[in-house]
């Protein structure tokens, strides 16, 4: 248990965060029996969220960060003996769904502004795995903490490569 003086210096990763809403819609998600597979106020979320985005595209709300990281590289295509970029500094799930398809992970330094991807030693990487035939088939950046990555750099060295 950590004393009042640590509560107070510690700096808290991510603790979570509650609306005010979370018990009601437990509670109702029960009282419906809308616990499995999926229910009202999931695919009310996707339309809305769809709505906000205002573009022509499919929503797919998914359970966890995890699950939604290696879906998006199995809609790539990434399988094994594929090679993936992401960065070191992450939590595992960058790197776990990649392992998950039997691909390998690359793994960037970060540079020291926003400590994700560093986009000069990413484009190190890439010119090296090219110059050994094994072309990186995605990259996978990280805006860690909410600290936005350097993506109009990472994105153009991508489009480049
Ligand atoms: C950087 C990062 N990516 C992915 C995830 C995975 O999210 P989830 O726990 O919802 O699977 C986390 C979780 O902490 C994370 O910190």
């Known amino acids: ?33 809308w616990v499995a597979p999926l229910g009202p106020n999931v695919n009310g979320f996707e339309v809305d969220l769809k709505s906000y985005l205002k573009e022509d595209i499919h929503v797919a709300a998914l359970s966890s960060g995890t699950a939604a990281l290696h879906l998006a590289l199995i809609i790539l295509g990434i399988g094994p003996g ?39 030693q990413l484009l190190i990487a890439i010119e090296d795995r090219i110059a050994k035939g094994k072309k990186p088939k ?8 909410g600290m936005p990555a350097k993506m109009d750099e990472i994105l153009a060295i991508a489009e480049d490569e």
Do not use: R
């Not at 609306?19 to 009282?31: P, T």
């Not at 090679?83 to 992450?90: G, K, R």
């Not at 769904?97 to 330094?109: E, K, M, N, Q, S």
């Open 138 to 145: 995605a990259i996978l950046p990280v805006h860690l903490y």
């Open 82 to 120: 594929d090679e993936v970029i992401c960065q070191s500094m992450t939590f595992s799930a960058s790197a776990n769904p990649i392992a998950y398809l039997g691909a390998t992970p690359v793994f960037i330094d970060s540079e020291k502004d926003t400590w994700n991807m560093c986009p000069k």
């Open 1 to 33: 248990m950590l004393s009042k003086k640590d509560m107070n210096t510690k700096i808290w990763l991510s603790s979570p965060h509650m609306g005010g809403g979370e018990q009601k819609y437990v509670q109702e998600a029960f009282d419906t029996n």
